[in-house]
Every structure is written in C-alpha cells, then in structure tokens.
Nanobody, 119 residues
Framework: QMQLVESGGGLVQPGGSLRLSCAASGIVFSIYTMGWYRQGPGKERELVATITGGYLTNYVDSVKGRFTISRDNGKNTVSLQMIRLKPEDTARYYC?????????????WGQGTQVTVSS
C-alpha cells in the first residue's frame, strides 16, 4: 500500500529557509518521477518541482533559483530545500509521483506539511 509522509514545514519569516522531506513506501520509488506540489489558500494545487529517477530536475518559474529538489533512491525519500521564502509561498506542500502531464500517477495523497511565510 502506497504511503507518503511529508514533514519539515513551519512558520518562517520572509527571506527565511525551510527544508521539506517526504518518505515514500509501497512503490518502486526509483522508477518514478517525484514532485512537490503545493496548495495555497483559495488556490488550485500546483506542481512546483520535479525530479526524475535519473535526478533530472525541473521547476515552475516562480520558485526557480530559490527551491532545490533532491532525492535519495536508497532511502525512498525526496526533499525540497527552500530559500528566500516569500509570503506567496505560503501553502500546504505535498509530495507525489509526477506523470508526463504534471499530474500525479497515483491518486493517493499524504497529509502534507504546512509552510507559512509571514512576519
């Protein structure tokens, strides 16, 4: 059974940093492109960063240069290092697989982790 457990969120001031982590189980982790998604207040969930099984990365323009996605295929984990955080980064962050259209391959979602950027 697939499980995704996100952690590392919190309250941070603008300009601050956070590192999110996600532990995956129940899937052959290394073969999937993994992504970090976020859903802000009143907004649709959006995909902000992806990393392939071969460690190729891609980012939405709004986070380029500030967010770095990484993965450890031996530990079945994917991380998101976030620096120079902005109030508009406030959202609940989720990890999941990422298919070719940017939607997750599996419909399962973990509980996510809340990131709040505020002074």
């Amino acid at each position: 059974q697939m499980q995704l457990v996100e952690s590392g969120g919190g309250l941070v001031q603008p300009g601050g940093s956070l590192r999110l982590s996600c532990a995956a189980s129940g899937i052959v982790f290394s073969i999937y492109t993994m992504g970090w998604y976020r859903q802000g207040p009143g907004k649709e969930r959006e995909l902000v960063a992806t990393i392939t099984g071969g460690y190729l990365t891609n980012y939405v323009d709004s986070v380029k240069g500030r967010f770095t996605i990484s993965r450890d295929n031996g530990k079945n984990t994917v991380s998101l290092q976030m620096i120079r955080l902005k109030p508009e980064d406030t959202a609940r962050y989720y990890c999941n697989t990422a298919g070719p259209t940017g939607s997750p391959i599996f419909s399962y979602w973990g509980q996510g982790t809340q990131v709040t950027v505020s002074s």
